[in-house]
């Protein structure tokens, strides 16, 4: 541990480190300012870890000796990350910087914050907005086209109640040292070695001169203004904007578990098997939605709902042909007929309410051998389903023997899914909110959606019949 004060932590020493080195120097402005840090491993290839506040938590910055230098420069210790986006605070400065992303990107992103009129490149006169970015590059007249690798900026009028300033444009200088962007450090530093070259040039929204000093405060701003300008250019000019999520955020969704020593062989065989052309083209849809959770935990969902009535049905027809096989049953008598129509009448649907008819799905497909795999199979699987990450959703508890556990399976798809469907006041006052997109809990959702593509593949399959021809 290092000795450098009670705010440090260190898996090397940085007392050993040369005068000259700017993690020693960086060292010392933690202790200074009350931040943690952390040295990790040694020589050429030692990393200095420093915390920067976010609010009541920390976010960790991993430094090579040359990000240190230009981390140094930038007064770090003024720094503030804003809660899960790929944002900063600049205290001594009073400007709050987010990094932006489109909804949606086409082959070339970039033509469509171009597609916004008023942008000008720094220090180099207004863009024409009928020219286009790669074309433009090969004139000899054209001085104030935007070429790669050119910043530009494009100025926001001010309102009559604001005064701040407020600017989307390329990347500022001192961002480079704190976005998130590029999480790996490799990335990282390769991206920041390369800052001038057109495909690093990525998009802030910057507010100058704002009056707040708190993190609650310049977060709750960034929020409100970003939620109103985003959404009128969406509405003026079709291009829809977001702020970009912090990548410590975003939890790298694991490929499914796969036992590849139970492979019959390395080789891809010919299918066997055909599956029902509906719920496949569900699941295909849920596969290209990977990365917007409420969309694609929904699809999965919508191949569940296809078996309700096959699965829901099963209950129902066992109860009639136990009605009719009891030797009792007298065909001339009304009250008989009666039991029989009724059963009848509810087999033409699916039996029952929707909580229950998943209920059955899953029943019928599964087996709690095939459900206590899959969660066994991740570490972090299990902690996941038994916390409470998700408000007013069944946990799922494989100690509890008093619950069925494919009911509590049920039970937690069916809560999610509601709270994406529902709003408050579709189910009174006790209903649990709406799950909004690109909220903490959305962003948390990554098992739970394993959880329903697990389920539809073995509705998938279980419905699958012999491929033929």
């Known amino acids: 541990m290092s000795d450098m004060g009670d705010n440090s932590k260190s898996s090397g020493s940085v007392e050993s480190l040369d005068r000259s080195d700017p993690f020693l120097r960086i060292a010392e402005r933690c202790r200074e300012a009350g931040l943690e840090f952390d040295l990790q491993g040694q020589g050429a290839e030692a990393r200095l870890a420093v915390a920067i506040p976010n609010g009541r938590q920390k976010r960790w910055c991993r430094l090579s000796r040359e990000r240190a230098r230009s981390f140094l420069s930038n007064s770090f210790t003024n720094v503030t990350y804003l809660g899960d986006f790929d944002a900063c605070f ?22 469509s914050f171009l597609d916004i009129p008023g942008i000008q490149k720094v220090d180099d006169g207004q863009l024409p907005l009928d020219e286009d970015l790669e074309e433009s590059g090969s004139d000899a007249d054209s001085g104030n086209r935007l070429r790669p690798g050119d ?84 509405l003026r000019f079709d291009v829809p904007l977001k702020l970009a999520q912090s990548r410590d955020r975003v939890r790298r969704r694991r490929r499914r578990f796969v036992d590849r020593g139970e492979a019959q062989g390395n080789y891809v065989r010919a299918p066997r098997t055909a599956y029902a052309e509906k719920p496949l083209s569900l699941y295909w849809y849920g596969r290209s939605s990977t990365g917007l959770p409420l969309l694609e935990f929904l699809a999965y969902y919508q191949v569940l709902e296809y078996y309700f009535p096959s699965y829901s049905r099963r209950d129902i027809l066992d109860k009639l042909r136990h009605e009719l096989r009891d030797p009792r049953f007298e065909i001339e008598d009304d009250a008989h007929l009666s039991r029989v129509l009724m059963l009848a009448s509810q087999a033409g649907k699916g039996f029952g309410s929707e909580r229950d008819q998943l209920k059955a799905t899953v029943k019928g497909c599964v087996t709690e051998e095939h459900v206590k795999e899959f969660l066994e199979a991740d570490g972090d699987f299990i902690s996941h389903f038994e916390g409470k990450a998700l408000k007013g959703v069944a946990r799922i508890d494989l100690r509890d023997r008093r619950n069925d556990l494919l009911h509590q399976v049920a039970n937690r798809v069916y809560d999610i899914r509601c709270r994406i469907v529902h709003t408050k006041e579709d189910g009174g006052e006790s209903a649990a909110e709406i799950l909004l997109p690109f909220s903490k809990e959305s962003e948390s959702l990554g098992p739970d959606v394993e959880l329903v593509k697990f389920l539809a593949q073995k509705c998938l399959i279980a419905g699958a019949s012999r491929l033929h021809g």
């Open 151 to 234: 910043d530009w900026v494009l100025t926001i009028e001010q309102t009559e109640n604001a005064s701040y300033k407020v600017e989307i444009g390329t990347v500022g200088e001192r961002f480079w040292d704190f976005t998130t962007r590029f999480y790996r450090t490799g990335l990282r530093d390769s991206a920041y070695l390369s800052r001038t070259q057109a495909r690093d040039k990525f998009v802030t929204l910057r507010l100058v001169d704002v009056d707040v000093t708190q993190h609650d405060e310049a977060l709750r701003l960034l929020r409100r203004v970003s939620d109103a300008l985003f959404f009128e250019i969406d």
């Open 90 to 111: 600049y205290k001594d400065t009073r400007t709050i910087e987010a990094s932006i992303l489109l909804h949606s990107s086409g082959p070339r992103p970039e033509r």
